[in-house]
């Protein structure tokens, strides 16, 4: 009976599943799989690491996986947590950052970093200090995922490949602004 039980191959959730989907585009946009975990992914770039991994918020009846793309950035400084605002239209966004204490490390900026601001939803857009250095975290609205229990309903958005190049790209300028 033992036996039985442990050669039972381990099953594919729907959240895994949907995380390997969230990772096509930025397969796409140049970065290649490095390693596999039960609820994270990593991906390499010539230049960067990033990981996909789910923030899961429950409710009552639902629950709402919201994709995060994060990266290490070892480096020193303390700016407190770093937080993007984005405001105005999808014609005319303005973007700025805000920190609770000091003032943001110069070369936040950029050109990549106006672009993610500009044509991606963010759920959030984060640079929080760590020991010995700072983790960026960028949500996009587009990889979320919503189950609700009753009534059953299933909603999920994917991320498109323009916007996997964009976060990429602006998760680079970022990591190396602050190295």
Do not use: K, N
């Amino acid at each position: 009976m033992s036996a039985r039980l442990t050669a039972r191959p381990r099953a594919v959730t729907p959240a895994v599943r949907f995380l390997a989907q969230q990772a096509e585009p930025f397969l796409r946009a140049g970065l290649r799989e490095s390693e596999r975990g039960a609820d994270w992914l990593t991906l390499a770039g010539d230049d960067v690491t990033v990981t996909l991994r789910w923030r899961t918020q429950r409710l009552l009846l639902a629950r709402i996986h919201q994709l995060q793309v994060t990266a290490d950035v070892a480096a020193s400084g303390s700016a407190g947590e770093l937080r993007l605002r984005v405001s105005g239209s999808a014609g005319a966004r303005r973007f700025r950052w805000q920190s609770r204490r000091g003032t943001p490390p110069a070369g936040l900026d950029g050109p990549a970093v106006a672009e993610l601001a500009r044509t991606v939803d963010l759920t959030d857009c984060t640079v929080t200090p760590r020991p010995g250095g700072w983790r960026v975290c960028v949500e996009p609205y587009a990889g979320s995922r919503l189950r609700v229990f009753f009534p059953p309903i299933h909603y999920a958005t994917t991320v498109r490949p323009g916007e996997a190049v964009t976060i990429a790209a602006a998760v680079r300028e970022i990591s190396a602004a602050l190295a």
